[in-house]
């Protein structure tokens, strides 16, 4: 089972400490895709970032970052991707940036330590960009603020601050602060250096990145004259009267330091790189579902944050990616899954990045590692070698769309079950069932409408059971009890009733709009009906 461990104690310590896993949350198009692409090429200091944001045909293609790979040859996929920064290594967690908001969005966020929450300057905060937010904060991951498009025009710096405050309950700390206001920015000054402005040109070109000079607040004065005074006043202003930057608030969640810049021309994309490696936290010990925690420097231990099928068309594949949370992962340990105490070899382990995939033969915590046809594996399961662990399962989210499956053609009834059950062991949806409805005809419960699309798509071309998904007309879940399950029954209510969850066995009482359920809730006072993870 275990052996020696080939990698010594210090050296895991070291190699975690220097590790950074973090996601940026954001709405679409607040420019995701172009922040990480100036991300990765910043750090590989590579000159033309900015000038290689070439989106022409990208619209449409699955992966967003599997275009970047190709374009660029970054080592990425649609996981992971990971950079060097500062003798840092830098593991950017992909968050999906559907226009249409699904769970496993949500999940990733399980495997990272940091957010840098991207903002649109010109739209402030938008609907998606509160939901991750709000799940955050439930995961306690502390969350760093970029404000992008500041060379468009846009919202007043100290209004998008006010909002922050006033939206999201946490305090906006700026680190740097915009000389110039939206759609005409001169530069950046630092909060911890008022003494210097950071001025950038922009190139003619367009989307070039910016060129930086470095003025002393005497020329600051001199030649930026009223921009650089009130960026200075502004930032006074909002520093007096503000708690200031404190590592164990930002950690605890009460504040989020704030920046500015524009990932387009590269503008405050480095102080953003760098802010990562200074105020993010590196890979922490991880709570155990049974209480106490996993050190880092313990044997592996891992989360599985994520599971996708299909990647590669040509294979038919399915990969489970891994958080490592303790110890070193090496290629073709022995590892147990929590859940059923058995354990699995990881010959087929592969680096998530890579222009392919590449063979992994050791990942220290904080890395992303794929497992390639673990069968077994389910999104939340905790993997381990050595001492016992077992992190707490990843949150089941409020559902909001609910529809009846049954399969198109009954005489392909051993199909349609394979295909629902592999889909709700990935969380593609949540399948619910009761007696009343029987096997054939499972509940498929959604965060996001578009869960339903994968769900038909894939029923048909992957499990060969083509489907038909009836909606049902509610809106809302709740916990309930066997109890709170009768009683539902009993009143046969035309707008509830109860499901049992699959995945664990919960009873959801499902109504159809909040009017119902809070008449139900003032009729049955007694009847137990918890809130799940609400993302509205
Ligand atoms: P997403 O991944 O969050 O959906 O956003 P994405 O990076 O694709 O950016 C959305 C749009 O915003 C793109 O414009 C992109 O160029 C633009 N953008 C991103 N960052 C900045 C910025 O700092 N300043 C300005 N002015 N624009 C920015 P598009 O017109 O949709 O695409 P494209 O044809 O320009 O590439």
């Not at 500015?260 to 105020?279: P, Q, R, W, Y």
């Not at 009733?497 to 664990?504: G, H, Y």
Request: glycine fraction near 8%.
């Amino acid at each position: 089972m275990s052996s020696e461990p080939s990698v010594p104690t210090v050296q895991v310590l070291a190699e975690a400490a220097r590790r950074r896993t973090f996601a940026v949350i954001s709405h679409p198009d607040a420019g995701k895709s172009t922040l990480t692409e100036a991300l990765a090429l910043h750090a590989r200091a590579i000159t033309s970032a900015g000038a290689v944001h070439a989106k022409g045909g990208r619209r449409g293609v699955t992966s967003d970052w599997m275009e970047l790979e190709r374009e660029r040859g970054i080592s990425v996929t649609s996981a992971a991707l990971q950079f060097g920064h500062r003798d840092h290594v830098m593991n950017l967690v992909d968050t999906p940036g559907h226009a249409d908001f699904s769970e496993d969005t949500y999940r990733v966020l399980a495997a990272v330590d940091c957010a840098i929450m991207l903002v649109d300057a010109a739209k402030g905060l938008e609907e998606q960009t509160r939901k991750l937010f709000a799940v955050c904060r439930h995961r306690g991951v502390p969350v760093i603020t970029f404000i992008n498009k500041w060379d468009r025009r846009g919202r007043d710096a100290l209004t998008l601050l006010e909002d922050i405050e006033t939206h999201l309950g946490i305090t906006p700390v700026p680190m740097v602060w915009p000389v110039g206001v939206a759609g005409n920015l001169r530069g950046l000054v630092e909060a911890s250096n008022t003494e210097q402005m950071r001025r950038y040109t922009k190139v003619p070109a367009g989307t070039h990145a910016a060129i930086e000079e470095l003025l002393t607040a005497e020329e600051a004065v001199e030649q930026e004259g009223e921009p650089w005074q009130n960026a200075l006043e502004e930032l006074e202003l909002v520093l007096d009267s503000g708690p200031g930057w404190d590592r164990e608030a930002f950690e605890s969640g009460k504040i989020t330091p704030v920046f500015f810049g524009s990932a387009l021309t590269n503008i405050g994309v480095k102080l953003l790189l760098d802010s990562v490696v200074d105020l993010a936290p590196a890979p922490a010990p991880r709570p155990l579902a049974a209480g106490g925690s996993r050190e880092v420097t313990e044997e592996f231990s891992g989360l599985v944050f994520k599971i996708q099928a299909n990647m590669d068309p040509a294979h038919r594949d399915r990969i489970a990616f891994v958080r490592v949370c303790s110890g070193v992962f090496e290629r073709g340990m022995n590892v147990t899954r929590a859940a059923s105490g058995r354990s699995l070899t990881t010959k087929y382990a592969h680096t998530v990045f890579g222009a392919e995939r590449t063979v992994v033969d050791k990942a220290y915590p904080g890395d992303v590692v794929g497992l390639i046809n673990a069968a077994s594996l389910r999104v939340g399961d905790t993997l381990f070698s050595g001492r016992k662990a077992e992190f707490p399962g990843l949150p089941a989210f409020a559902p909001e769309h609910f529809a009846v499956a049954r399969p198109k053609d009954i005489s392909r009834s051993k199909q349609f079950r394979r295909g629902v059950s592999q889909l709700d062991e990935e969380g593609v949806v949540q399948v619910l069932v009761s007696d009343r409805r029987g096997d054939q005809a499972p509940v498929m419960a959604a965060v996001g409408p578009m869960q339903f699309d994968v769900v038909l798509h894939r029923m048909e071309h992957e499990f060969s059971s083509p489907i038909t998904l009836d909606r049902l007309p509610y809106q809302l879940a709740r916990v309930t009890d066997a109890e709170g399950a009768e009683v539902i029954a009993k009143d046969r209510l035309t707008n509830a009733e109860v499901l049992i969850r699959r995945s664990d066995d919960a009873l959801l009482a499902v109504f159809a709009d909040r009017w119902y359920l809070n008449s139900f809730q003032r009729n049955k006072p007694d009847v137990r009906l918890d809130p799940l993870i609400a993302t509205a």
